[in-house]
């Protein structure tokens, strides 16, 4: 089944600690774990996700099928 909404309700703010980490990190690792219950909440908060797109780290993401 595809993904076709997906939000949170009520929004949260990022802890600012793990966004300083996450712009001085040389790498960055999500997972591994379910999609639904280990990555996309992590991503659903904004300033996370876009803290981790404006990093220069590598990124991996690790999934279990």
Do not use: F
Request: proline fraction near 6%.
């Amino acid at each position: 089944m595809a993904i076709t909404d997906v939000y949170l309700k009520p929004k949260a703010k990022a802890n600012p600690e793990a966004l300083q980490a996450i712009a001085k990190a040389d790498l960055i690792v999500l997972g591994p774990g379910d999609l639904y219950t280990s990555l996309l909440p992590n991503l659903l908060i904004r300033d996370v996700s876009q803290a981790i797109s404006a990093s220069k780290a590598k990124k991996y993401i690790l999934s279990i099928l």
